[in-house]
């Protein structure tokens, strides 16, 4: 359960944070429409030269794959609860005692803190995160996906998306700070967490040197939650803004829009193709 309270008192601050990145993003790309392969999920295929021959196929792939099926998986459990929004007096009102609504809100916190863990583990969420962070760094976009580096994820999260945004992406860089904690991802992941006195306990704080909680209280949580969903509502707005935008850019380019490829070709220059889209599809595909 979501409430419309908190929701109200952080959502401003949210949004602030998740549109100066995609704004930085877009502004310092190096290359004209890298955002789009954020969107698009431009991907680097892993064949062997023989199989690229034979097939008379490029590595290169924009649109769904196995990522984006499990994330679209992701978002259909997600989906419903984030939806779920009451004023506090209107959920209270819906239980005649406290030991009943006790239950139900030990049920809730349970079931955020799942949904806390499999948003840090959905590799296309943090795909996009580290691509836009790329992007603002004026860094190009990155095809290539490994899952030994998504496996990886503390050093992903603090250290390649979120550290080098300090000065660029301010608000963003301190919205992670505040709702990003991998003991607490951990902790989910292995049962090791109890409710006591109005706090989530854990007991895994001493399992690394950069674990140090030894719980949160219930209203912190509630905080915490709250500006996560939020982090993910607006990143699904400026997901569909910037689809929108490329969509309208595109309907008067012919050969369609320039994307850039980190090879060069045989004369040295880098190579490039066309994309278009199909509206009839409602999807991109290259244009050959």
């Known amino acids: 359960m979501l409430f419309e309270e908190t929701i109200n008192k952080f959502k401003d601050k949210v949004a602030a944070a998740v549109d100066q990145l995609y704004d930085s993003a877009y502004k310092s790309q190096v290359n004209e429409n890298d955002l789009l392969l954020v969107i698009e999920n431009g991907l680097k295929k892993e064949y062997d030269e023989?199989?690229?021959k034979r097939l008379k196929i490029a590595p290169y792939h924009i649109g769904p794959d196995f990522i984006d099926f499990r994330y679209d998986t992701f978002y259909q459990f997600i989906n419903y609860y984030r939806k779920g929004i009451k004023s506090k007096e209107a959920f209270f009102k819906e239980f005649e005692d406290d030991k009943t609504r006790k239950s139900f809100l030990d049920f809730y916190r349970d079931f955020q803190l799942l949904l806390y863990m499999k948003f840090w583990e959905t590799d296309l969420i943090l795909r996009r995160l580290s691509n836009l962070s790329n992007l603002a760094q004026g860094k190009p976009y990155y095809w290539e996906y490994s899952q030994k580096v998504f496996n990886d994820r503390r050093n992903l999260i603090k250290d390649e998306i979120q550290k080098p945004l300090k000065d660029i992406c301010p608000l963003f860089y301190t919205l992670i700070d505040e709702i990003y904690f991998n003991q607490i991802r951990n902790a989910v992941a292995h049962s090791q967490y109890y409710f006591l006195y109005s706090t989530i306990c854990f007991t895994n704080n001493e399992e690394k040197k950069y674990y140090k909680l030894n719980g949160i209280s219930y209203d912190d949580?509630?905080?915490?939650?709250?500006?996560?969903?939020?982090?993910?509502?607006?990143?699904?707005?400026?997901?569909n803004q910037y689809q929108s935008m490329y969509q309208d850019k595109v309907k008067d380019k012919h050969f369609g829009l320039l994307i850039y490829f980190p090879e060069k070709d045989l004369k040295g220059l880098q190579k490039t193709e066309w994309v278009k889209y199909d509206f009839s599809h409602k999807r991109w595909r290259w244009n050959q």
Not at 224 to 232: A, E, G, Q, R, V
């Open 50 to 52: 023989a199989t690229l």
């Open 221 to 239: 949580w509630e905080v915490m939650f709250t500006k996560l969903m939020l982090l993910y509502n607006f990143m699904i707005k400026n997901f």
